[in-house]
């Protein structure tokens, strides 16, 4: 009584990344990387939803998954939840995947100590969610439509890589914004989620 309250809303958005929590999905282009233990982690959901990505050779400049998405134009921001299953470091990267190789978005993520470093273009984020578990985000800006989004195991410039270490992922998305908004499963299509829209009444004039 006497107090305030405070509302968090969302602006519309639409997340264009498929299957965004079944990385074992065909539709993400791995490379001397394997699924195991699909849906047997606790997620940031609270279910057992995380996925393990696994290496399958030593080399850290190759060892992804992506997923090419036909987008316009202009700002996006690509997120993930990760979670170091082994591997300390994993880099995001946004970037044209034909000839001349052009990189909007890259940056390089440290999970245990929660920081980003090596950015090569654009921006990057990490945000801790809790039980080791960082929401991290890259945002770039493209001239042209078509594009892959990977998630690459270990960092190219400090880490010599181990085919024992890995991490957990879950909650992919790509977003036409400059920020990454929460999380929008997806399954074959994208998703859109409409405006937060709040009514307050008076109940002095009912």
């Known amino acids: 009584r006497g107090g305030y309250v405070s509302y968090l809303s969302e602006k519309s958005s639409t997340n264009y990344y498929l299957y965004s929590s079944e990385f074992d999905n065909a539709v993400h282009t791995k490379t001397n990387t394997v699924i195991v233990g699909e849906d047997t982690e606790v997620a940031p959901n609270g279910k057992l939803d995380a996925d393990s990505l696994m290496p399958l050779t030593q080399s850290p400049s190759e060892r992804f998954t992506q997923q090419n998405i036909s987008l316009s134009t202009g700002q996006h921001t690509f997120s993930v939840y990760v979670k170091p299953k082994g591997e300390r470091y994993i880099r995001l990267i946004y970037a044209k995947n034909s000839s001349p190789y052009t990189v909007y978005g890259q940056a390089s993520y440290d999970l245990q100590e929660g920081t980003v470093f090596n950015t090569v273009a654009g921006e990057g984020r990490s945000e801790y969610f809790g039980y080791g578990w960082y929401r991290i985000p ?42 990454a908004t929460s999380l929008i499963e997806t399954t074959s299509s994208s998703e859109l989620r409409s405006a937060d829209r709040f009514r307050f009444d008076d109940p002095e004039t009912d």
């Open 138 to 179: 890259l945002t770039g800006t493209s001239p042209s439509a078509g594009q892959p989004f990977k998630i690459s195991l270990g960092d190219e410039a400090t880490e010599s890589g181990s085919i024992e270490d890995g991490i957990l992922i879950w909650g992919g998305q790509v977003e036409a914004t400059s920020a």
